[in-house]
T-cell receptor, first 109, second 114 residues
Framework: GQNIDQPTEMTATEGAIVQINCTYQ??????LFWYQQHAGEAPTFLSY??LDGLEEKGRFSSFLSRSKGYSYLLLKELQMKDSASYLC??????????WGAGTKLIIKP | SQTIHQWPATLVQPVGSPLSLECTVE??????LYWYRQAAGRGLQLLFY??????ISSEVPQNLSASRPQDRQFILSSKKLLLSDSGFYLC?????????????FGEGSRLTVL
């Protein structure tokens, strides 16, 4: 079966750096996505990786290793507004998105 | 610019009652449209997707149905709700599969079935 694993919850301190990991097992691979979802709101797109390596976008970076079935989202200079759930999703060979359950990130002052 | 709206935002329905959630997209033509359900502690579950008017693909057999009467309108329905239908329903659109696949979500509809 297809599976996306990511930690359920993480806690970090304002101003610090946090890395949220995602491992996947899917039938084919056409890209990996990270979305941010604040409580009670819809997810919003953060990043897309289809090739190995690091994609940087401001305070957020996303890394992909296709051979290891692994990705991480790196958040730097954490702010209180970064408190949210972070969803990892993989597009399989049928171009369907397979979603992880999300990682709830709690930022403490 | 493109926008997506879905409504109602919140509803409480008794078991056995009907359901209709509506979603409309503006500012784009022939979008791919999706209905997802999000249960607490679980990943987004794709319910239906549509690549064009009248074309609906169902991913999960259940008592829900979807229709696309117009290019930018997507409706999620049920004739008789079950307790298990409670959840957060999200409509989304994309410019097309095989593209980057980035999804743009509506505000969400929280359904509580009592």
């Amino acid at each position: 079966g297809q599976n996306i694993d990511q930690p359920t919850e993480m806690t970090a301190t304002e101003g610090a750096i946090v890395q949220i990991n995602c491992t996947y097992q899917t039938s084919g691979f056409n890209g990996l996505f990270w979305y941010q979802q604040h409580a009670g709101e819809a997810p919003t797109f953060l990043s897309y990786n289809v090739l190995d390596g690091l994609e940087e976008k401001g305070r957020f970076s996303s890394f992909l290793s296709r051979s290891k079935g692994y990705s991480y989202l790196l958040l730097k200079e954490l702010q209180m507004k970064d408190s949210a759930s972070y969803l990892c999703a993989v597009m399989d060979s049928n171009y369907q998105l397979i979603w992880g359950a999300g990682t709830k990130l709690i930022i403490k002052p | 610019s493109q926008t997506i709206h879905q409504w109602p935002a919140t509803l409480v329905q008794p078991v056995g009652s009907p359901l209709s959630l509506e979603c409309t997209v503006e500012g784009t033509s022939n979008p791919n449209l999706y209905w997802y359900r999000q249960a607490a502690g679980r990943g987004l579950q794709l319910l239906f997707y549509s690549v064009g008017i009248g074309q609906i693909s169902s991913e999960v057999p259940q008592n829900l149905s979807a229709s696309r009467p117009q290019d930018r309108q997507f409706i999620l329905s049920s004739k008789k709700l079950l307790l298990s239908d409670s959840g957060f329903y999200l409509c989304a659109w994309s410019v097309g599969t095989g593209h980057t696949g980035e999804l743009f979500f509506g505000e969400g509809s929280r359904l509580t079935v009592l």
